[in-house]
């Protein structure tokens, strides 16, 4: 019975699943890992600890399936994307803590080269921002001693996670990553597919230390059985994390988009085989590409959503645990007028403003918690319904309806709000785990376990659909308080 083992290496944590040819969950494994802040606006992580979580989840996961790693097909793998991991070719060891997507460190590097956006912006689809992993290889490369002439000299290979997991489960046999994950680095021309020189040049990046850039489904190359849990397995899929989010909710057409609502929020629309050129506001990114077919994306990266409920809960502790978020914002039938402008890292899609802040307005004596919940979860709404409409007007479509997913996306009143503000129908599949899912799919193409995407697209099975309330005159009154709020958001830091 052929099984795929998809790994999702997220930013708090990696799940396992264990994925039949019916496309259903057999069994899981998770396994959360530590946050390093060493200071305000940085944030890292040890890539040795993202190893260990994978191991102990795919453990896990293939444990509860009474099964052994040898009697899997394949492996696919998603990941945070982004995030930047250098490390000894030789020894396999990280010579620095990961900078992850989140950092803020190299905002002023970014301003400093602003001028060269408009260049940067027609190669890459991108805007100029630290998300981005270009500027944090470039102060890696200038802050750790040595490290500069190491990369120059060979010795050093950068990579996002997927790179970094395929070494290590290969035992550095393969040095490789997707074009999905490459579109995120600001060093891939997705234009021509292909790494820049001139980019690599502008931020000071040697050749030498790339990964090599294959089709997302396919195979890079087998484990080593010393390496991982004793068995040789095809690694056969590679795909960013909402890319594959993108796939596992079968959006295989143009125009069919997902929301996925995590620590952020990402809405990826198919855009088919040609890339459209830069966008204001939104990015333009790889989706995948199987069987010699690109398929490109257009993205609106909202920074904060589910995290803004993780402040709620460890920040203020008006809450216990996530799950509470949802009755507490229900007991109340409005927001009384309150509004939650989340910038807790600045703003992303379509504002690009990394100086706006957190902002919480209309405040008044009767203010309570349950009003501030239920702002948090109208914000994810009002996120979206910005980055939608910027999505509509530069793609000239109109949306058929929004897939949804992500820890977040089990709040009904979530989707509700969702599906009103958007005025299009807000569609939550059964399986919720879509970028693992999206993972598995895209190894088990390659091995030949499903014949292509429209089988796939059979398998997409819907849980529940909301649809919009038709009076307007309510959503759009409550927009409009929105917008206001924003207003008070942007540009709130100074630049240090
Ligand atoms: N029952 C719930 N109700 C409301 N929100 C929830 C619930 N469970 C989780 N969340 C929110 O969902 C978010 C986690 O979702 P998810 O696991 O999809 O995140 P993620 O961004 O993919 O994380 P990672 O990058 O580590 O994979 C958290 O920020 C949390 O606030
Ligand atoms: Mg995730």
């Known amino acids: ?133 270009a500027t944090k290889i470039e102060w890696l490369l200038e802050s750790v001693p040595g490290l500069d002439e190491r990369a120059r000299a060979g010795e050093i290979a950068f ?79 590679i795909a960013g994390d909402q890319q594959a989010a993108l796939f596992g909710q079968a959006c295989f057409s143009p125009g069919m988009a997902k929301n996925t609502y995590g620590t952020g929020s990402f809405v990826l629309m198919n855009t088919g085989p040609t890339a459209a050129p830069p966008q204001p506001g939104l990015l333009v990114t790889v989706a995948w590409e199987i069987g010699g077919q690109i398929c490109y994306a257009l993205e609106g990266s909202i920074f904060i959503t589910g995290a803004a409920i993780q402040w709620l809960r460890d920040g203020l502790r008006i809450i216990g645990s996530a799950a509470e978020t949802g009755p507490l914002a229900e007991s109340v039938p409005d927001t009384g007028g309150v509004y939650f402008v989340p910038a807790l890292a600045g703003l992303g899609s379509p504002h690009w403003d990394p100086y706006a802040r957190g902002t919480i307005v209309g405040i008044t004596r009767g203010t309570t918690t349950a009003h501030i919940a239920r702002a948090t979860v109208e914000a994810m709404a009002y996120q979206t319904r910005d980055v939608v409409e910027a999505m509509e007007r530069e793609a000239g479509v109109r949306l058929p309806e929004l897939r949804v997913d992500g820890g977040a996306s089990v709040m009904d009143l979530l989707c509700r709000l969702q599906a009103d503000q958007l005025g299009v129908a807000v569609r939550r599949p059964e399986v919720k785990e879509t970028t693992a899912l999206g993972a598995a799919f895209m190894a088990g193409l390659a091995e030949g376990i499903w014949s292509g995407t429209e089988e796939l697209a059979r398998a997409w099975r819907i849980e529940k659909e909301f649809l919009p309330s038709p009076d307007h005159g309510e959503r759009d009154r409550l927009y409009a308080g929105w917008v206001r709020a924003l207003g008070r958001a942007r540009g709130w830091a100074e630049p240090a």
């Not at 790179?163 to 046999?173: E, H, N």
């Not at 294959?214 to 004793?230: C, H, K, M, Q, Y």
Request: neutral net charge; aromatic residues 8%; glycine residues 8%.
């Open 1 to 133: 019975m052929p099984r795929i083992l998809a790994i999702d290496a997220g930013t708090t944590g990696v799940t396992a699943l264990v994925v039949g040819q019916d496309a259903r969950v057999q069994a899981r494994g998770y396994r959360e890992f530590p946050q390093h802040f060493p200071r305000p606006g940085w944030v890292e992580h040890d890539a040795r600890e993202i190893w260990n979580a994978t191991l102990a989840a795919c453990r896990e996961a293939l444990s509860a399936a009474s099964i052994q790693a040898g009697d899997l097909t394949a492996i696919g793998i998603t990941n945070q994307r982004e995030t930047t991991v250098l490390w000894d070719r030789a020894t396999l060891e990280p010579v620095h803590n990961a900078i992850v997507w989140q950092d803020r460190r190299t905002a002023e590097r970014c301003d400093a080269l602003r001028a060269e956006e408009p260049r940067i912006r027609a190669r890459t689809g991108l805007v100029l921002d630290a998300y981005f992993s």
């Open 159 to 237: 990579g996002t996670i997927d790179s970094w997991l395929v070494a290590k489960l290969t035992g550095g046999r393969v040095h490789a990553t997707d074009p999905s994950n490459a579109s995120r680095t600001l060093l891939y021309n997705i234009y021509d597919r292909a790494w820049d020189p001139a980019l690599l040049e502008a931020f000071g990046v040697p050749p030498e230390v790339l990964p090599e850039v294959r089709p997302s489904s396919g195979r890079f190359g087998v484990t080593e059985a010393g390496a991982f849990l004793g068995a040789r397995i095809p690694v056969s899929g």
